[in-house]
């Protein structure tokens, strides 16, 4: 099993430029979350999906789209890149637990992106 | 909106030693998941412990473990016999639905 997998692990843009990342899960899991890292702010949730063909915002939307298609993949889409979303992009998937509610939350490597 | 508070940004704790890292959180859900993950210098997020809310029983794994009050709404992490390798930012996670909150993480230093 790959786990949680996310492509590119790098990327540069130039604002303005657009983007997409792709999230990968291999393990069937229902949930899927993309999150931003800034340094001293934790990771703040953008999106969500509770399901195939599902998407919901999270704490920080703004300047982001996703998509989930199919249950493995989950994009995270920016349609014009500013300087304030440089930042380390994670994505994480995760199961139904107790009432539906998400157990634990799978984690892919991190994608460090930089906008100049 | 709900919240999770690590008061402590950073802590230190010497090899073999234990320390105590603080959690609080606030939801309105009564039947929910606490959890904190462990980020190294790698990056890569590892879950270190769950707690169900329904279980009175406070979760251990090794030398991991929580003292979880509901009704206070805390969450704290004893990491016993302290390793160089616990060294890491230290993240407490509770819920929002079904989505997840989580602090802004407490880095935790091991000295030798």
């Known amino acids: 099993n790959a786990g949680v997998t996310q492509t590119p692990k790098f990327r540069v843009l130039k604002t303005g430029q657009s983007m997409t990342l792709l999230c990968a899960q291999d393990?069937?899991?229902?949930?899927m979350y993309w999150y931003r890292q800034d340094p001293g702010m934790g990771l703040r949730l953008i999106h969500y999906?509770?399901?195939?063909?599902?998407?919901a915002k999270g704490e920080v939307p703004d300047g982001y789209n996703v998509s989930r298609l199919k249950k493995q993949n989950f994009l995270l889409g920016l349609e014009s890149a500013a300087p304030s979303q440089t930042s380390v992009y994670f994505c994480?998937?995760?199961?139904?637990?107790?009432?539906?509610?998400?157990?634990?939350?799978?984690f892919g490597p991190g994608t460090r992106l930089t906008v100049l | 909106a709900q919240t999770v508070t690590q008061s402590q940004p950073e802590m230190s704790v010497q090899e073999a030693e234990t320390v105590t890292l603080s959690c609080t959180y606030d939801?309105?859900?009564?039947?929910?998941?606490l959890f904190w993950y462990k980020q190294p210098p790698s990056r890569q997020m590892i879950l270190v412990i769950r707690?169900?809310?329904?279980?009175?029983q406070n979760a251990t794994e090794n030398r991991f473990s929580v003292n979880f009050q509901k009704a206070a709404k805390s969450f704290s992490l004893k990491i016993s016999d302290s390793q160089l390798g616990d060294a890491a930012m230290y993240f407490c996670?509770?819920?929002?639905?079904?989505?997840?909150?989580f602090g802004k993480g407490t880095s935790l230093l091991v000295t030798p």
């Open positions: 939801t309105s859900e009564s039947d929910y998941y």
């Open positions: 393990m069937n899991h229902e949930y």
């Open positions: 996670v509770s819920p929002s639905g079904y989505a997840l909150n």
């Open positions: 994480a998937s995760s199961y139904s637990g107790r009432r539906g509610r998400p157990n634990e939350q799978f």
């Open positions: 707690q169900e809310a329904y279980k009175q």
């Open positions: 999906s509770v399901g195939e063909g599902t998407t």
